[in-house]
């Protein structure tokens, strides 16, 4: 406990016999540990850059973001999310398959390196799916808990813009337009809308003419968009 907690012995130990020790200096202890949670905390922010709608924020914010994060483990044919509940909490696969299902039916498996749960993160909706464990599972959970405690209590306009901004910047036409301070007047004439399956987005006969900046889900017909 001394080596942990940095503290002074609080007892005496006397041999009562001849006695082989290994002896782990205290240095070298701490050293090993720094090591330990620098790996550990490079293999969360490796995941983390997985998920693109997180992988857009700075260094600071991921390192963050990777402090707070716990794995955690599912048994086989566990129902980690369950259709109809509202989620709090997102998913990315450490190890493992999970299924997901729409009444009983397997639409598609996941694997390392995917994610899910994320819309209920953005859009608070309801969940679309269930999602069993195919043996066992372990993911890095994201709870809205966790967001809040590592980006703050606006944590899902940080998350938006910084998805705006990494979308205006890497197009080509954007980038060479607006600043950083134009970005963020920009941004506040930007609203999260969801559409419903077959909703016209766009008409190009329209007199409002928009940009549109798409986080989650397939378009059809289109004439201008910028996609994330």
């Known amino acids: 406990m001394a080596l942990v907690q940095k503290c002074k012995r609080s ?14 200096d205290g240095q070298v202890f701490r050293d090993l540990v720094k090591n330990i949670n620098q790996n550990k905390l490079k293999d969360k922010i490796f995941f983390i850059d997985m998920i693109p709608m997180i992988k857009c924020l700075d260094n600071i ?26 989620g709090d909490r997102m998913y990315i696969i450490k190890d493992g398959i999970v299924s997901c299902k729409l009444k009983d039916k397997e639409i598609r498996q ?8 994320h819309n209920s993160i953005l859009i608070e909706c309801k969940r ?8 066992k599972v372990v993911c ?27 979308c205006i910047k890497t197009n080509n ?29 766009y008409q190009p006969n329209n007199k409002f003419k928009k940009i549109v900046i798409l986080i989650e889900g397939n378009i059809v017909n289109v004439f201008f968009f910028i996609f994330f």
Request: hydrophobic share 45%.
């Open 140 to 166: 890095y959970e994201f709870s809205k808990n966790v967001l809040k405690e590592a980006l703050g209590e606006s944590y899902k306009e940080i998350i938006l813009f910084s998805i705006f901004k990494d």
């Open 110 to 117: 996941l694997s390392e390196k995917d994610f899910f749960g």
């Open 173 to 201: 036409f954007f980038s060479e337009i607006f600043n950083e301070g134009q970005l963020e007047k920009m941004f506040d004439l930007f609203e999260l809308k969801v559409y419903k399956n077959h909703e016209i987005i």
């Open 11 to 24: 007892g005496t130990v006397k041999c009562l016999t001849n006695v082989e020790l290994f002896v782990l």
């Open 61 to 86: 914010q991921k390192t963050n973001l990777a402090k707070l994060i716990n794995s955690v483990e599912f048994e086989e044919n566990k129902k980690i999310i369950k259709e109809g509940d509202i």
């Open 128 to 135: 679309s799916l269930d999602v069993i464990a195919v043996g």
